[in-house]
């Protein structure tokens, strides 16, 4: 079960610290992601990270985000920057349980099965 939190408002330039603690499973061993949704768009990725430590971002959050974990915590983090009004959306941490131990960077919402439940993340211009 994974637990999102950190959301909030903030002013544009602002920055913000999510987390995601995952229950009942180590987090080191599972392929992990950060996704958002805006109201009336689809879910997007803003950053994943394999079991080895590799990331990856798309070019509208790129040298903004930063995910990270700390596998002792079972803890996942996105480390936001330079926030802009488009970042505004819910915050979704996922993980898929089904590509245990994998080296793999999974970058679609599909591939992903265990979801947190959203942290809302506001920025004001």
């Known amino acids: 079960q994974l637990q999102a939190s950190g959301g909030g408002l903030v002013q544009a330039g602002g920055s913000l610290r999510l987390a995601c603690v995952a229950s009942?499973?180590?987090?080191?061993?599972?392929?992990m992601g950060w996704f958002r949704q805006a109201p009336g768009k689809e879910r997007e990725l803003v950053a994943a990270?394999?079991?080895?430590?590799?990331?990856n971002y798309p070019n509208s959050v790129k040298d903004r985000f930063t995910i990270s974990r700390d596998n002792a915590k079972s803890a996942l983090y996105l480390q936001m920057s330079n926030l802009k009004p488009e970042d505004t959306a819910i915050y979704y941490c996922?993980?898929?349980?089904?590509?245990?131990?994998?080296?793999?960077?999974?970058?679609?919402?599909?591939?992903?099965?265990?979801w947190g439940q959203g942290t809302l993340v506001t920025v004001s211009s």
């Open positions: 990270i394999s079991v080895l430590g590799s990331t």
């Open positions: 009942g499973s180590a987090i080191s061993s599972f392929p």
């Open positions: 996922a993980a898929n349980s089904r590509a245990r131990f994998s080296g793999t960077i999974y970058v679609g919402p599909g591939e992903y099965n265990s």
